[in-house]
């Protein structure tokens, strides 16, 4: 099974500053077909979670632009350029390359 | 307007059995796949199992084949997780969530509770 491990497990960011959540997998997410399946959601408080980023850089409709996603092979990124208070919550890069698909264990975004 | 439902969770004994269902609406699972995934107290989220679009193909983590399956009604437009063998591991809010190889659709999630 791919492991995706996400660093940090937490972090505190005033309102306006940027953020910035690494992952990694333990294999390449680069698929046969030239893609590269690795996916960003974010679960805020009592809601279900929800898709901000897909194939490392695409942001879902809806997605504010303050959000961006880069990286490649087994190393990415998600940045926030200017965290709001409504980006609380608890943010998963995924892998969707092969079964079983998998989560990072989850970075908690704290306002301070 | 797209929404899925899950239903069916509740307090269950270890060793016992339950069936969650996951209904769609506005859109057919006949042309997706569909994803189930738990979050466990105090837990990040994990995903759990998949069932393709006319049921053919379906994977499972490893902590959970051979105790839970997944399978399609595609004329009742849903999706079951049927789970047996339950342990207290698998106490958890389960989700089903529309499958493009992302989850861009995701219901509100059930709790099933795994306790004597």
């Known amino acids: 099974d791919i492991v995706m491990t996400q660093t940090p497990v937490s972090l505190s960011v005033t309102p306006g500053q940027p953020a910035s959540i690494s992952c990694k997998s333990s294999?390449?997410?680069?698929?046969?077909?030239?893609?590269?399946?690795l996916y960003w959601y974010v679960q805020k408080p009592v809601q279900s979670p929800q898709v901000l980023i897909y194939?490392?850089?695409n942001r879902f409709p809806g997605v504010p632009d303050r959000f961006s996603g880069s990286g490649s092979g087994t190393d990415f990124t998600l940045k926030i350029s200017r965290v709001e208070a409504e980006d609380v919550g608890v943010y998963y890069c995924?892998?969707?390359?092969?079964?079983?698909?998998?989560f990072g264990q989850g970075t908690r975004l704290e306002i301070k | 307007e797209m929404q899925l439902v899950e239903s069916g969770g509740d307090l269950v004994q270890p060793g016992g059995s339950l069936r969650l269902s996951c209904a769609a609406s506005?859109?057919?699972?006949?042309?997706?796949?569909v994803t189930w995934v738990r979050r466990a107290p105090g837990k990040g989220l994990e995903w759990v199992g998949n069932?393709?679009?006319?049921?053919?193909?379906?994977f499972y983590v490893d902590s959970v084949r051979g105790r839970f399956t997944i399978s399609k009604d595609n004329a009742k437009n849903s999706v079951y997780l049927q789970m047996n063998s339950l342990r207290t591991e698998d106490t958890a809010v389960y989700y089903c969530?529309?499958?493009?190889?992302?989850?861009?659709?995701w219901g509100r999630g059930t709790l099933v509770t795994v306790s004597s």
């Open positions: 995924v892998q969707s390359v092969q079964h079983p698909k998998t």
């Open positions: 069932i393709n679009q006319d049921g053919s193909m379906k």
């Open positions: 194939e490392v850089s």
């Open positions: 969530a529309r499958d493009q190889r992302f989850f861009d659709y």
């Open positions: 506005g859109f057919s699972f006949t042309n997706y796949w």
């Open positions: 294999q390449s997410l680069l698929d046969s077909d030239g893609k590269t399946y």
